[in-house]
C-alpha cells in the first residue's frame, strides 16, 4: 500500500547509534481497533508490523511517501506468552539467507517480549503502480461471488465481532473470499489496509482459520509463522488454498487464485486448555 503521510501507531521515535529505530506504541483501541484482539494474535501482529516498519522508515528518512509498497516475505516467533498489549518496540535492519531485511521486537509495558518479527518488500518506484494495478483486477469479476459457504463459526475461533474467511475442508483444501464489504473496515472491525488487494493481515487471520478447522474448533496459540507473498490476491475474487504440509503443530498452505501461485503460509500452534 502506498506510504501513509498522517497516521502513526508509533510515537516517540528515536534512532539510536547503531542504527536501530526504538519506539513507543499507541494503545488507543478506538484509533486501532485491532488492539482489542490479545496481543499474540496474527491479526494485530501483522498490522504491528506494516505500522512498526512504517514509523520506522519515516524516523530513518527512508520512507518514500506517495509509492506503493509491498511485504514480500515475514516471518514471527512469539516471546512472553503472558506478554500484554504492546508499549515499545525496536526496529532493526538485519541480513536473512543472505539478504537484507528487517526485524522488530515488540515488548508489553512491563518490558516482556510479544514477537519477534522479521521482513523484506519492495517499493514500486518506477513503475505506473495504480495503471499497473487496474489491468490485473480487470481480470476478475468485480461482483462477488454468490453462494460462497463460509466454514461454521464455532470452527474458527473467532471473537464475536470477527468474521469467517474461509470455506469449510474438502480433503486438503479450502477456499477463501475477502470481499470489500467484510473484508475491511467498517465491513470487518479489524482490518485496515489500502482495499487495493488481499494484505499480509488477511492471509495470517485466514491460514489461523485453516488452523481452527484442522483442530475442529479447539482453542490453539498461534506461536510463530512464515509467509511468503509471490503475487497480489484480489479483493471479491474466491482463491483456493492447498495444505501442502502437515504435522501435530506445524502446517504450510499454498495459495492460488485463478490457478496462478501467489504466497505461500506456514503456522506453528500450541494447544490451549479449553
Known amino acids: ?15 539510536e547509534g547503531d542504527g536501530t529505530v526504538s519506539f513507543l506504541c499507541s494503545t488507543d483501541t478506538d484509533a486501532w481497533p485491532w488492539l482489542e484482539l490479545p496481543p499474540q494474535h496474527p491479526i494485530p501482529l501483522q498490522t504491528q ?12 528518512g527512508t520512507l518514500e511517501e506517495g509509492k506503493w509498497s509491498a511485504l514480500t516475505w515475514t516471518d514471527w516467533e512469539l ?22 531485511a528487517f526485524e522488530t521486537r515488540l515488548f508489553d509495558a512491563s518490558d516482556r517480549l510479544i514477537v519477534t518479527m522479521r521482513g523484506r518488500g519492495v ?16 481480470e476478475v469479476s468485480h461482483d462477488a461471488p454468490a453462494g460462497f459457504e463460509y466454514a461454521p463459526r464455532e470452527l474458527l475461533g473467532l471473537s464475536e465481532r470477527e468474521l469467517p474467511l474461509v470455506s469449510s475442508l474438502n480433503g486438503d483444501c479450502a477456499m477463501a473470499l475477502v470481499t470489500k464489504a467484510k473484508g475491511l473496515m467498517p ?29 475442529d474448533g479447539a482453542p490453539f496459540l498461534v506461536t510463530g509463522g512464515e509467509m511468503v507473498m509471490r503475487r497480489y490476491i484480489e479483493l471479491d475474487c474466491a482463491f483456493d488454498i492447498a495444505i501442502t504440509g502437515q504435522d501435530a ?4 498452505m499454498q495459495v492460488s487464485q485463478m490457478d496462478k501461485p501467489c504466497a505461500q503460509l506456514t503456522l506453528r500452534w500450541e494447544p490451549l486448555s479449553a
Open 1 to 15: 500500500m502506498p506510504a501513509p503521510s498522517s497516521q502513526a501507531y508509533t510515537y516517540g521515535r528515536k534512532v
Open 49 to 60: 508490523n506494516y505500522w512498526t516498519s512504517v514509523g520506522a522508515s519515516s524516523a530513518l
Open 79 to 100: 516471546g512472553d506468552r503472558a506478554a500484554g498489549m504492546a508499549a515499545r518496540g525496536t526496529f532493526a535492519r538485519t541480513v536473512v539467507d543472505d539478504r537484507l
Open 123 to 138: 517499493v514500486f518506484r518506477n513503475r505506473n503502480f495504480e495503471a499497473w494495478r487496474a489491468e490485473a483486477k480487470g
Open 187 to 215: 465491513g470487518h472491525p479489524y482490518f485496515s489496509g489500502s482495499g487495493d488487494h488481499v494484505n499480509a493481515p488477511h492471509l495470517a487471520e485466514i491460514a489461523r482459520q485453516v488452523v481452527s478447522l484442522l483442530c
Open 249 to 252: 503443530a506445524t502446517a504450510t
